[in-house]
């Protein structure tokens, strides 16, 4: 099995989770979410991940998204990973958002390796946009 866990400051990974289950319900207990929250400690939170997955058997396999890179809660998760040997065959990416959330929940079980990483990364940049907002008040003077 391949898990997709969310690590982040706050509540954004749980939110996320939340989310994400609106558009893929039927994906959804293949995710698992982790907050650090605020004045949790580095080893509380290394707890609570501890206690998060400590269901995930030998050969299962994670792709960790991470809100920051460099952050404590995503340095906490590789270091419990890397102890308990999930690390080196791990997928881990940062800067997460709802379109690489939702790529990543449907393509892990899909693609591999790079070309995951690629899909995943490229749909996240892709939903980054400027709306150009145009108001009624604009469209009546382009019509005069």
Do not use: W
Request: glycine fraction near 8%; hydrophobic fraction near 45%; include cysteine.
């Amino acid at each position: 099995m391949k898990y997709l866990l969310l690590v982040s400051h706050g509540e954004f990974a749980s939110g996320l989770k939340t989310s994400i289950a609106m558009f893929a319900q039927d994906k959804i207990g293949d995710v698992i979410a982790n907050g650090l929250k605020d004045g949790m400690s580095a080893d509380d939170f290394e707890y609570h991940f501890k206690q998060s997955i400590a269901h995930l058997k030998e050969d299962d396999r994670v792709v960790i998204l991470a809100d920051i890179v460099g952050g404590s809660p995503l340095t906490t998760a590789c270091k419990v990973l890397d102890e308990l040997g999930y690390l080196d065959d791990a997928i881990v990416l940062g800067g997460m958002n709802l379109p690489m959330a939702l790529n990543a929940v449907v393509m892990k079980d899909i693609i591999e390796g790079q070309e995951f990483v690629e899909t995943v990364l490229g749909e996240a940049s892709a939903a980054l946009k400027e709306l150009d907002v145009v108001s009624d008040e604009d469209v009546m003077d382009d019509d005069i």
